[in-house]
């Protein structure tokens, strides 16, 4: 089938969808990092991307958001086909996105910075610019107020003058939505906002992604590795692996789905996960080498945090485990302080 006639076909099945991606591909040399994806995303609707480093998740928003062309396939945004589009085209058929490492102006203003997102819903053109025409001048005042809204629904308010490099991470994060949400988006796409943020900063996310979608009734599409998010807010989620989509389906059907466990978690899963912290525990009672310890830990942490989630199970019998080896070793440690 030609690449139109799979667009008009798609069209006139994906009524109701506001994104469709049918048989989404992207090859970069011999590496398929987007390959053969099929995916509807329903207006209204949250919906995460997730699978390990490498899965292709970050490419599929950069064929989305048209910084990359599909080698094969299509994806669609309200029945037209982004392929081939610039990228401030499909800003203006109302997609928006965030960063996974976040792109601010850092030496502007945290105003200044949603000004700039607001900037691609004006009209005034470099004449009424360089003139500075009453019209003008008009629009830029709307343009301050409205970004100042912006700030305000993130709570960054009172960060309106401050620099952007000066704010925190966390509030950086929310800053790069707010810039996203000032071009009036119908869809935000949303990589990896978590990343960096301590519990209560990530809780906070929750609730702003929330009311994005219940407040703004904008779709949110949310890549995410901490799955304490994607598990509480997604309603349907895609799990890529190697480019290819390995599962989709609600919070426990992921959850439980053998697939996702082992590309989480490859070869051996949870009992893998279960031996690594046994290892680690080893290491801190002396019985292994510490220099292995040290490298063992990142990986124990990793996957827990990863999988917060998806492997509960697991982490909970591990984390029980490990609880149990802690409180023997304070035992021993007041009998020691005891006898001292
Ligand atoms: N422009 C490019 N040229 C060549 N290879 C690329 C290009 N962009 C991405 N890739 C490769 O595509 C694969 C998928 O990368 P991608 O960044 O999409 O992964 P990801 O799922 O977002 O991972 P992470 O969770 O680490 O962010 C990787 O192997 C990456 O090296
Ligand atoms: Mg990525």
């Known amino acids: 089938m030609t690449a139109t006639a799979v667009e008009k076909q798609s069209a006139a ?6 994104m469709q991606a049918i048989n989404a591909t992207i090859q970069f040399g011999g590496l398929r990092a987007v390959d053969s994806v099929n995916m509807n995303i329903k207006a209204g ?93 008009r629009e830029e005042k709307q343009i301050q107020e409205d970004s100042e809204r912006w700030l305000e629904f993130v709570g960054l308010l009172d960060h309106a003058n401050d620099l952007a490099s000066s704010l925190p991470y966390g509030a950086q994060r929310r800053l790069e939505i707010a810039r996203a949400l000032a071009t009036d988006p119908k869809l935000i796409c949303l990589d990896e906002p978590a990343a960096g943020m301590n519990e209560s900063e990530s809780a906070a996310l929750d609730r ?21 998010v994607v598990m509480s807010l997604a309603e349907y989620i895609y799990v890529l692996d190697f480019g290819k989509l390995i599962a989709e389906g609600v919070a426990a059907e992921i959850q439980a789905h053998p697939a996702v466990i082992a590309a989480y978690l490859g070869e051996g899963g949870a009992e893998a996960l279960i031996e690594k912290r046994r290892k680690k525990k080893a290491a801190q009672r002396g019985e292994i080498d510490a220099s292995d310890a040290a490298a063992e830990e990142v990986v124990v942490e990793e996957l827990v945090m990863d999988s917060d989630g998806l492997v509960m199970v697991a982490a909970e019998e591990t984390l029980s485990e490990a609880a149990d080896a802690d409180e023997k070793t304070s035992e021993n440690n007041e009998e020691k302080n005891d006898v001292a």
Do not use: C
Not at 71 to 97: C, N, P, Q, Y
């Open 45 to 137: 609707s949250i919906v995460a991307l997730i699978g390990p480093n490498g899965a292709g998740k970050t490419t599929f928003f950069n064929l989305l958001t048209g910084i990359y062309t599909p080698t094969e396939g299509e994806i669609l945004f309200e029945g037209r086909s982004v392929s081939g589009r610039k990228t401030h085209i499909i800003a203006d058929w109302g997609i928006s996105r965030t960063f996974q490492n976040i792109r601010l102006f850092k030496e502007m203003t945290a105003l200044e910075n949603v000004m700039v997102g607001r900037h691609v819903r004006t009209k005034s053109g470099p004449f009424a610019a360089t003139f500075r025409t009453a019209s003008f001048k």
């Open 208 to 228: 702003l992604i929330l009311r994005i979608r219940d407040e703004l009734g904008i779709t949110v599409f949310l890549i995410e590795h901490d799955m304490k």
């Open 13 to 18: 099945e994906g009524q109701g969808y506001l």
